[in-house]
């Protein structure tokens, strides 16, 4: 953890500094796996699958024994807590759902938009120790809600060969269409390409480490869209002499523990606040499994004292972060000038692992300063906005002119001669 | 023009096929440039402007008396279609605005979304024959609609350093904030590393040759958010027998007219209409300025005659185009069962260039198949949609045992913790 009191603006963007990706320098290794994926299909899938994941697969498709036997094998309690969370992510994202409204600017022309689900969508799990059955909910239930007709996942098996039960039963409750037992580079390969098994998707969702982050965007250079640029995550607590120093420090925690590379960051406007927080930061520490993953990264954490709400704030919207806890008194107001952060939470009861399991929103948000263009997953990661539009002859004839003036002038003729033949046709009419 | 007659439906893939795209193979030139204007800024933008453009500028921006001598050289016919087409296009991007309303899952959890524009935004313009003024108000209407606080063009000059007339009356009318003589690589270089004079942007928008687009690729993989990837134009028309072939020879030729590399496809039920709109683009073509252009892209066009209307929208859902027009009797039932197209139009009365200029919405559109996952610009493009949420001592007791549960199940303790801590202070306080 590094204290750093009253910075000089001039010394913000190094201050803001996160650690650099290039993943294009991935590119090479990448490719190489991904064109193999793409001309040999489920046999290069295989051969993949037992080089890295160091397993022999029978079929590559979890079969609806495998899934009963697991969804058997999970817990009353966490299958309630994930239907809790399903529920109210199911609740949220409903609430985004885009209906067009039908719009004349002028009289005869009729315009609207109107939101179609992605048909096929593909949706990467990462393996590793822990199970993220939450992000399969928060990949899966907006793309159910979106309409979406084919939902695929992917998700590396452990070395027996089988997926965690946890994920199987969030996949399952969540609508998931078919899940296959890959991994990696060769996952985002297959969905991004089809083989004789796994459907070729024209979406990619999901985490993932800086080899399925570089596959995913190199096959999105050209051949299927995906949700959005990743990084490391990382949290920033905003806070004032009001804020609970043993809420912060847990809070910081929380993003500490993900990985090596995540960071925290403390912008506060009280000097005592960022000295408690460093205390109770080590006591807390102490008790953590992941003690040391934690450790590691809050090398990368800065506590940064400023003079006012308003530095802080504008400290905050320079950093863009993913998360943003505001615990300060007036933490309504402080949030109304929130301009760049993925997704914020407010008051001392809010902290982020509530936005990442259960409270309804989403967590899959934009890292590494991408909140200044990108916006989290939504409902609107899962739809187009295909839009219509009608003209009627007195619409025609109060635009047509307009049309065929701007289209001579761009020297595009054929342009206006599609108006100007019908124009004709509405005087012949006449 | 290669007529087709009730393909088979393996034969589809091969028919629907598009010229390839491959801007990977000129990521070595474009990173070169873009590398020299990252470190060297203006002095790289000068150099490569008289390299590319020939031209040697002595100041990059637009100066406000070379604004006004622009704009007061536009003819009054001009200035008031472009008018109009920007107060149609400010109209239907108006209604896009997105408000989010308060959601409560559990009580004492509420959640929401709040748009907030992108504050910097770069528009691309290309150079050449015809002077895209209508890009500018697709792209710079919105952007000021959504907030934006800072709203950046680049255009390359002409040879002797001017920008055209029109370009700069569409900027000034739609509130672009500065202008810059700066064309290619370096300009998409420039607005995503910044210069001494030009400003870096969060997202770049605009068409552009292969360079740009590679060059806008490259920088999007880590750097920069862009609007969409980029591919040659293509219209679709679906028609029936009721159709006037007279206007879809022109809808085809407008198309066929952007580009060598430009497609325009007709799918129709109507063999009559097949051999009646050949004989009509023969006719019309000989009058067309751009008739060499056309006759070039012509040969990548297919006119496909299928069984019924049933196939024609399979088959136009599989060819996902940019613009899709329905000339059939019943277009308003046929359009429901669109799900794969850019912008759909209805009916004999509206062609594309209807939406190229003049009907509200907007022209920049997924081409090559993205239709498939992207969405055209609109107001979404220019904003982010930041989540809130807010807890409150119930919400917390409703919803934290869930996530203490998922938590403890992810293996992530300090999420659990940061729950933990929380329910133990409300528990002290009663």
């Known amino acids: 953890m590094k204290l750093i009191k009253y910075p000089e603006r001039r010394d913000w963007p190094e201050l803001l500094k996160r650690p650099a990706l290039n993943t294009e320098s991935l590119f090479d290794t990448v490719r190489t796996i991904i064109d193999k994926?793409?001309?040999?299909?489920?046999?290069?899938?295989?051969?993949?699958?037992?080089?890295?994941?160091?397993?022999?697969?029978?079929?590559?498709?979890?079969?609806?024994?495998?899934?009963?036997?697991?969804?058997?094998?999970?817990?009353?309690?966490?299958?309630?807590?994930?239907?809790?969370?399903?529920?109210?992510?199911?609740?949220?994202?409903?609430?985004?759902?885009?209906?067009?409204?039908?719009?004349?600017?002028?009289?005869?022309?009729?315009?609207?938009?109107?939101?179609?689900?992605?048909?096929?969508?593909?949706?990467?799990?990462?393996?590793?120790?822990?199970?993220?059955?939450?992000?399969?909910?928060?990949?899966?239930?907006?793309?159910?809600?979106?309409?979406?007709?084919?939902?695929?996942?992917?998700?590396?098996?452990?070395?027996?060969?089988?997926?965690?039960?946890?994920?199987?039963?969030?996949?399952?409750?969540?609508?998931?269409?078919?899940?296959?037992?890959?991994?990696?580079?060769?996952?985002?390969?297959?969905?991004?390409?089809?083989?004789?098994?796994i459907p070729k998707v024209y979406k990619i969702f999901g985490p993932g480490n800086q080899y399925v982050t570089a596959a995913k965007q190199l096959v999105s250079l050209r051949d299927v869209a995906i949700d959005m640029p990743a990084g490391p995550s990382e949290v920033e607590v905003l806070a004032d002499d009001s804020a609970n120093p043993a809420f912060v420090a847990a809070d910081l925690l929380s993003q500490a523990e993900h990985g090596v590379d995540s960071q925290a960051m403390l912008i506060t406007t009280s000097e005592k606040l960022q000295t408690e927080v460093v205390a109770e930061i080590e006591r807390q520490l102490a008790n953590l499994p992941r003690k040391e993953i934690a450790e590691k990264s809050l090398n990368n954490s800065k506590l940064i004292l400023v003079r006012d709400i308003e530095e802080a704030l504008e400290l905050t919207n320079a950093y863009a972060p993913e998360h943003l806890i505001i615990e300060t008194r007036d933490y309504q107001k402080v949030a109304e000038d929130v301009v760049n952060a993925g997704s914020v939470f407010l008051g001392s009861l809010t902290p982020e692992s509530a936005g990442d399991y259960a409270s309804g929103t989403n967590h899959t948000l934009p890292t590494n300063g991408y909140a200044k263009a990108y916006s989290g997953v939504s409902l609107d990661s899962f739809i187009r906005k295909i839009t219509f539009q009608e003209i009627l002859p007195e619409g025609l004839r109060n635009i047509g002119p307009a049309i065929e003036e701007m289209a001579a002038n761009e020297h595009l003729d054929a342009h206006k001669n599609a108006v100007t033949v019908r124009l004709n046709a509405l005087k012949e009419m006449n």
């Open 37 to 197: 994926v793409k001309e040999e299909g489920d046999k290069a899938v295989r051969e993949y699958e037992a080089l890295f994941d160091k397993v022999t697969l029978q079929t590559i498709i979890v079969s609806p024994e495998e899934m009963e036997k697991g969804i058997a094998s999970v817990s009353d309690e966490l299958k309630s807590a994930i239907s809790l969370a399903k529920r109210n992510i199911e609740t949220f994202h409903s609430s985004q759902r885009f209906v067009g409204e039908k719009v004349s600017a002028a009289n005869g022309v009729t315009c609207w938009q109107k939101a179609v689900g992605i048909e096929k969508v593909g949706l990467y799990i990462p393996g590793g120790t822990a199970p993220l059955f939450s992000t399969v909910l928060m990949l899966a239930v907006p793309a159910k809600l979106a309409g979406c007709k084919e939902i695929v996942l992917c998700t590396p098996p452990d070395k027996e060969g089988n997926v965690h039960p946890a994920i199987l039963f969030a996949a399952w409750l969540a609508g998931v269409d078919k899940i296959f037992k890959v991994g990696g580079v060769q996952a985002i390969a297959a969905m991004a390409y089809g083989t004789e098994t």
